[in-house]
Structure formats: structure tokens, C-alpha cells
Nanobody
Framework: QLQASGGGLVQPGGSLRLSCQASGRIHSIDRMAWYRQDPGKERELVASIIGRGRKEYADSTKGRFTISRDSAKKTMSMQMNSLKPEDSAVYYC?????????????????WGQGTLVTVSS
């Protein structure tokens, strides 16, 4: 299970920090990412982090957003600075999780419930 938090209303140029907590009988987590979706548009990748720290950002967020993770705590965060109105969307966390399913290890992708970010004056 993934629980996202940290969204809200912020003025242009402001900052927000999103967090995502994974829970359950987790063996390991590989790729974690943030996606966002505007109504009527496709969900798009904002930033991702793989393994011990290979990071990828959408061109529109490079230099403004910073993704990080704490593998021991099974959390992921994203610091969003210099926010623009076009950053407004529902943000979803995503993780590729290997967990204990009975006597076997199962790898599955999970989505968090989404957290709304609104950038407006």
C-alpha cells in the first residue's frame, strides 16, 4: 500500500513537499516515482528514482523539483520549488514493490491515492 501526502494550495513561486509511505510485508522496492494528472489529460511522469539513487526528471521540472527516498523507512519525497500554475495537478506516487506473499516473493506495481497540488494566486 502507498500513502501520499503533502499536497495543497500554494502561490506561484512557492514550495511544497510531497511524501509517499509504503507499507506492508515489503521485501524491497525498486523504482519509485511521482506522476501527475490534470483532468482530461494523460498521467505524466514527473520524477523517478531507481535503486540507490538514479534519478530522472521531466524536462518541465528539472532544476525545480528534487526527488529522494529513504529505503530503510520505505518512503519517497519530492521537494517542489518555484512552483508554477501549470504544475497544478493530482500527484500520484508509484512504486515497484517486491513483497512476501505466503512462501513466495511477489513483484507488483502500486499506485498511491493521489494528492492535489494547486498553484494559484
Amino acid at each position: 500500500q502507498l500513502q501520499a501526502s503533502g499536497g495543497g494550495l500554494v502561490q506561484p513561486g512557492g514550495s511544497l513537499r510531497l511524501s509517499c509511505q509504503a507499507s506492508g510485508r515489503i521485501h524491497s522496492i525498486d523504482r519509485m516515482a511521482w506522476y501527475r494528472q490534470d483532468p482530461g489529460k494523460e498521467r505524466e511522469l514527473v520524477a523517478s528514482i531507481i535503486g540507490r539513487g538514479r534519478k530522472e526528471y521531466a524536462d518541465s521540472t528539472k532544476g525545480r523539483f528534487t526527488i529522494s527516498r529513504d529505503s530503510a523507512k520505505k518512503t519517497m519525497s519530492m521537494q517542489m520549488n518555484s512552483l508554477k500554475p501549470e504544475d497544478s495537478a493530482v500527484y500520484y506516487c508509484y512504486a515497484e514493490v517486491t513483497y512476501y506473499g505466503g512462501s513466495a516473493l511477489i513483484t507488483e506495481s502500486f499506485w498511491g491515492q493521489g494528492t492535489l497540488v494547486t498553484v494559484s494566486s
